[in-house]
């Protein structure tokens, strides 16, 4: 991992709310690396033990197992805390539209206690994971900050919600908010399984087993795939600024290239070939559209590199193969 161009003062406590899930785990590690001493705050709901077992022995690493939607948990997990990373959240648009109610309680409510928590323990910045989501039936492309659609999930509204609740707090409370934009975050700790897998891992799965991934719709869509140290690097610069300006606002996170489903499986039929040449014969199969998904999705990241230095390190590419080692060393 190299985000040593972030300089991150390693006294500080920092709170990874979500943080046995995917993007929190691997914010805890790189933290703890960094010296820092990490407070975890997790239901498992979504997060996996496994995911910070390595950290569980460390002097650093406090876990506190509790849900953002109980304010007695939020206030506990923010005791003594210097600035927080909050990516606890219920994710997937199909979840929302299957459950909105659910969605709406731990996005939205869950969110709110969160940034209460962080007032009363007068935390000095929060951190939280909004999504690219929010940018809905826009067409315009590149996807840019400030020009947004309308919501075309019950899961993007509750992202959309979390912006203008921080944007409120920060005005009529002082509290610091940085909201960072996720645009199809992919990487190690990635969960292949359940229903709502993301379709990284759910993909090399299937290639692994020579199953045949189904892609919904034509494989014309397309996304800004994002590897997970890219998403690293900003909450670490999110953190560490001491730019006032670029406070108070929200960030694109992504790489700024667009990839359609159709090459995402050809790349990652060709790297797992390497590892097993019977990949490169699966045939792929196409489904029908999904529900509530946006058709193409990409970012500009000009803000993020003018604002917080953002670098990203990892294309698709280097991404993909970085991933693809990882799935096949630890779930073959």
Request: glycine letters at 6%; a neutral charge.
């Given at each position: 991992?190299?985000?040593?161009?972030?300089?991150?003062?390693?006294?500080?406590?920092?709170?990874?709310?979500?943080?046995?899930?995917?993007?929190?785990?691997?914010?805890?590690?790189?933290?703890?690396?960094?010296?820092?001493?990490?407070?975890?705050?997790?239901?498992?709901?979504?997060?996996?033990?496994?995911?910070?077992?390595?950290?569980?022995?460390?002097?650093?690493?406090?876990?506190?197992?509790?849900?953002?939607?109980?304010?007695?948990?939020?206030?506990?997990?923010?005791?003594?805390?210097?600035?927080?990373?909050?990516?606890?959240?219920?994710?997937?648009?199909?979840?929302?539209?299957?459950?909105?109610?659910?969605?709406?309680?731990?996005?939205?409510?869950?969110?709110?206690?969160?940034?209460?928590?962080?007032?009363?323990?007068?935390?000095?910045?929060?951190?939280?994971?909004?999504?690219?989501?929010?940018?809905?039936?826009?067409?315009?492309?590149?996807?840019?900050?400030?020009?947004?659609?309308?919501?075309?999930?019950?899961?993007?509204?509750?992202?959309?919600?979390?912006?203008?609740?921080?944007?409120?707090?920060?005005?009529?409370?002082?509290?610091?908010?940085?909201?960072?934009?996720?645009f199809n975050v992919f990487g190690r700790?990635?969960?292949?399984?359940?229903?709502?897998?993301?379709?990284?891992?759910?993909?090399?799965?299937?290639?692994?087993?020579?199953?045949?991934?189904?892609?919904?719709?034509?494989?014309?869509?397309?996304?800004?795939?994002?590897?997970?140290?890219?998403?690293?690097?900003?909450?670490?610069?999110?953190?560490?600024?001491?730019?006032?300006?670029?406070?108070?606002?929200?960030?694109?996170?992504?790489?700024?290239?667009?990839?359609?489903?159709?090459?995402?499986?050809?790349?990652?039929?060709?790297?797992?070939?390497?590892?097993?040449?019977?990949?490169?014969?699966?045939?792929?199969?196409?489904?029908?559209?999904?529900?509530?998904?946006?058709?193409?999705?990409?970012?500009?990241?000009?803000?993020?590199?003018?604002?917080?230095?953002?670098?990203?390190?990892?294309?698709?590419?280097?991404?993909?193969?970085?991933?693809?080692?990882?799935y096949w060393k630890n779930l073959k």
């Amino acid at each position: 991992m190299n985000n040593s161009s972030v300089q991150l003062n390693s006294n500080y406590h920092i709170l990874v709310t979500g943080g046995a899930g995917f993007i929190g785990s691997n914010l805890c590690e790189a933290l703890i690396k960094n010296g820092n001493k990490v407070t975890c705050l997790d239901n498992f709901a979504t997060g996996k033990r496994e995911n910070i077992a390595t950290l569980m022995n460390n002097p650093k690493f406090n876990l506190i197992e509790g849900d953002i939607r109980n304010l007695a948990d939020c206030q506990k997990a923010c005791e003594g805390v210097d600035y927080i990373l909050h990516q606890a959240a219920l994710g997937s648009v199909p979840r929302s539209i299957n459950d909105p109610i659910t969605s709406n309680d731990v996005n939205v409510s869950g969110f709110l206690n969160m940034l209460v928590a962080a007032r009363d323990a007068q935390i000095k910045r929060f951190v939280y994971a909004a999504s690219s989501s929010t940018y809905g039936d826009s067409k315009s492309l590149p996807k840019v900050e400030d020009i947004i659609g309308k919501p075309l999930s019950p899961y993007a509204i509750t992202k959309y919600v979390n912006e203008l609740y921080a944007d409120i707090f920060s005005k009529t409370y002082d509290l610091e908010t940085i909201g960072l934009r996720y645009f199809n975050v992919f990487g190690r700790k990635q969960d292949p399984n359940g229903a709502y897998a993301a379709v990284i891992p759910k993909f090399v799965m299937q290639l692994m087993n020579h199953e045949s991934p189904v892609i919904n719709g034509d494989g014309s869509y397309s996304r800004d795939f994002t590897y997970i140290d890219n998403v690293i690097q900003m909450n670490l610069r999110a953190i560490s600024t001491s730019n006032k300006e670029a406070v108070n606002t929200v960030y694109n996170v992504a790489y700024g290239e667009r990839t359609d489903l159709k090459e995402l499986v050809s790349l990652l039929k060709e790297y797992l070939s390497d590892f097993d040449a019977v990949i490169k014969q699966v045939e792929i199969k196409y489904g029908p559209k999904r529900q509530g998904d946006v058709p193409h999705s990409l970012a500009s990241i000009d803000k993020a590199k003018n604002f917080l230095g953002y670098d990203p390190l990892y294309n698709i590419e280097a991404g993909l193969k970085e991933a693809v080692k990882w799935y096949w060393k630890n779930l073959k």
